[in-house]
Nanobody, 116 residues
Framework: QVQLVESGGGLVQAGGSLRLSCTASGSFSDIFAWSWFRQAPGKQRELVAVITRGGNENYDASVEGRFTISRDNAKNTLYLQMNSLKPEDTAVYYC??????????WGQGTQVTVSS
């Protein structure tokens, strides 16, 4: 298991940008993918972006071309650069680490609010 702490959320106007960070501590040896999820009020948690151990990236269609996931291994930090934000991007964003030997690790979440 790892401990994940997200930061960088806040209030931004539509069209603006935010960068979320997720700092990790613990054992990373069995992690095969890092992801960002989000959950809007009254909706299920959904996958936004994922980056594999090998560096492959995948995005939900709703954020493709606007969001970029990246990882700085030296800083043990996962990022989500969010550009051209829309009101429908408003949600709590969660960092996730997928383990090959057990359940995923989750952060506590960071609120992103996009005003129109």
């Amino acid at each position: 298991q790892v401990q994940l702490v997200e930061s960088g959320g806040g209030l931004v106007q539509a069209g603006g940008s935010l960068r979320l960070s997720c700092t990790a501590s613990g054992s990373f040896s069995d992690i095969f993918a890092w992801s960002w999820f989000r959950q809007a009020p009254g909706k299920q948690r959904e996958l936004v972006a994922v980056i594999t151990r090998g560096g492959n990236e995948n995005y939900d269609a709703s954020v493709e071309g606007r969001f970029t996931i990246s990882r700085d291994n030296a800083k043990n930090t996962l990022y989500l650069q969010m550009n051209s934000l829309k009101p429908e991007d408003t949600a709590v964003y969660y960092c996730n680490a997928a383990h090959s030997t057990g359940p995923s690790s989750w952060g506590q979440g960071t609120q992103v609010t996009v005003s129109s």
